[in-house]
């Protein structure tokens, strides 16, 4: 009960803090308190509003906004979300364009589980809508989801990937983004395996760690500097009795927050404090870079235990997936059973989450894939933000993204006509 009891504690100061801010605008918006002009009231009313903000979003999901494009034809597409499978964990979500009756690539965007919501690739989605069919993992909040719903591990997080892809079908593309790129991969390998029919045309991996110890970080050198139980006994939590899931033992998001913020705490305060003087000289504005960026980054979700503690056990510190010893419902996955999918690796030179020659690992654990099918690119001067949604993104790896998934995107039959050249085959 004690580690429920730090859970509803964590809950309360941040309520808390919304009330002082909600309060503190209530207060300062008095008409009787502007009979005599006072700067004070205009930076307590600013505080109140940037503080209310800052706490209210911590505990709601971001919507996807997504914005209508322009079609072949001129026309204005709108864009719809619709649920293709549901699952207590997460759903397989389907962006519909109304309209749209060209066949466009289809895609599968699978979306991180670690810590915020998968709106955090809105602009990535934005900027693939055009070109592609577009599906997305939508993981939920481990707090919401009852105990009676069961467990979510890595194997799970695999086995689901596994079912999205049977569904969508062998002419899919799968797009991972930094944290499932190794359990991707092995979704493919077991696949190729089981029911090589329902195989991927292509694999893409993004800033993923595929071999966390080829190029060691500071989340690799802490994922090595704790055990296994100090891990669980400082990070782990039961949800509160505010919750749906109360009783579920979490990595609660809150608590990834703040280590986040903790990591730059310097460049979060004077991000806030000029917000709050933007606001208290009318300067900011609802849709301003601050909220734009804050609304999402502070957007937080518990992770299910179960799954925090194998993806540190398991990928981080035993390197199952590098070594190519990955087990999953007591079966071994060998990545070197992927022959026909084409993999890429992107990753960025300046990335300090998945730093360079994490994710490339992966074309060598393919032992079964000819050359023709491996690729692989490094974003100059790119972080990790900037290879899925930044602008290196927009003007250089997503062009190249789609020309791997065009190069790729061929019948069986059409193969062994013509194979598919690969102008970005790794060396």
């Known amino acids: 009960m004690r580690f429920m009891a730090s859970y509803d504690m964590m809950e309360t100061?941040?309520?808390?803090?919304?009330?002082?801010?909600?309060?503190?605008?209530?207060?300062?918006?008095?008409?009787?308190?502007?009979?005599?002009?006072?700067?004070?009231?205009?930076?307590?009313?600013?505080?109140?509003?940037?503080?209310?903000?800052?706490?209210?979003?911590?505990?709601?999901?971001?919507?996807?906004?997504?914005?209508?494009?322009?079609?072949?034809?001129?026309?204005?597409?709108?864009?719809?979300?619709?649920i293709e499978i549901a699952g207590p964990f997460g759903d397989l979500l389907h962006f519909k364009v109304q309209g749209r009756t060209q066949k466009r690539r289809k895609v599968l965007?699978?979306?991180?589980?670690?810590?915020?919501?998968?709106?955090l690739l809105r602009s990535t989605v934005i900027s693939l809508l055009p070109d592609c069919d577009l599906y997305i993992t939508d993981w939920h909040n481990a707090r919401d989801i009852p105990v009676s719903a069961g467990k979510f591990d890595v194997e799970d997080y695999t086995m689901h990937l596994v079912d999205y892809m049977r569904h969508l079908g062998p002419d899919t593309h799968v797009i991972a983004v930094c944290q499932p790129a190794p359990l991707t991969l092995a979704a493919t390998a077991y696949l190729a395996e089981e029911d090589p029919a329902a195989q991927p045309r292509s694999l893409t991996l993004i800033g993923g760690p595929i071999d966390p110890s080829a190029s060691p970080t500071e989340v690799t050198d802490f994922g090595h500097s704790v055990t296994?139980?100090?891990?669980?006994?400082?990070?782990?939590?039961?949800?509160?009795?505010?919750?749906?899931?109360?009783?579920?033992?979490?990595?609660?998001?809150?608590?990834?927050?703040?280590?986040?913020?903790?990591?730059?705490?310097?460049?979060?305060?004077?991000?806030?404090?000029?917000?709050?003087?933007?606001?208290?000289?009318?300067?900011?504005?609802?849709?301003?870079?601050?909220n734009k960026f804050y609304d999402e980054y502070l957007a937080v979700?518990?992770?299910?235990?179960?799954?925090?503690?194998?993806?540190?056990?398991?990928?981080?510190?035993?390197?199952?997936?590098?070594?190519?010893?990955?087990?999953?419902?007591?079966?071994?996955v060998d990545m070197g059973k992927i022959t026909t999918v084409a993999v890429k690796t992107v990753e960025g030179s300046k990335d300090d989450i998945s730093a360079p020659g994490q994710c490339i690992a992966a074309l060598a654990l393919c032992t079964g894939l000819p050359d023709s099918k491996k690729a692989s690119h490094v974003e100059e001067g790119a972080g990790h933000y900037g290879i899925f949604a930044g602008k290196s993104w927009r003007t250089n790896i997503r062009p190249l993204v789609l020309n791997f998934i065009d190069a790729n995107d061929i019948t069986e039959e059409a193969a062994e006509a013509k194979p598919p050249a690969n102008k970005n085959a790794a060396a």
Do not use: C
């Not at 309520?15 to 009231?41: E, H, K, R, V």
């Not at 965007?109 to 709106?119: D, I, N, W």
């Open 228 to 290: 296994m139980g100090q891990l669980e006994q400082s990070m782990i939590q039961r949800v509160g009795f505010k919750y749906a899931g109360v009783g579920r033992k979490v990595y609660p998001g809150l608590l990834q927050l703040s280590s986040f913020i903790s990591m730059n705490p310097d460049t979060h305060r004077d991000a806030f404090v000029n917000q709050i003087q933007r606001v208290a000289k009318g300067e900011a504005h609802e849709h301003d870079k601050h």
């Open 301 to 332: 979700m518990d992770m299910p235990a179960e799954f925090y503690l194998s993806t540190v056990d398991r990928i981080f510190k035993n390197g199952e997936i590098a070594n190519n010893e990955f087990v999953v419902n007591g079966k071994k």
């Open 13 to 82: 100061i941040r309520n808390t803090n919304q009330w002082l801010g909600a309060s503190a605008t209530a207060m300062a918006s008095y008409p009787a308190l502007s009979i005599f002009p006072n700067p004070a009231l205009e930076w307590i009313s600013a505080w109140g509003e940037v503080t209310e903000r800052t706490f209210s979003r911590m505990v709601v999901k971001p919507d996807w906004n997504i914005p209508p494009f322009v079609g072949a034809n001129g026309t204005d597409r709108l864009v719809s979300t619709q």
């Open 109 to 119: 965007l699978v979306a991180p589980m670690s810590g915020h919501y998968a709106t």
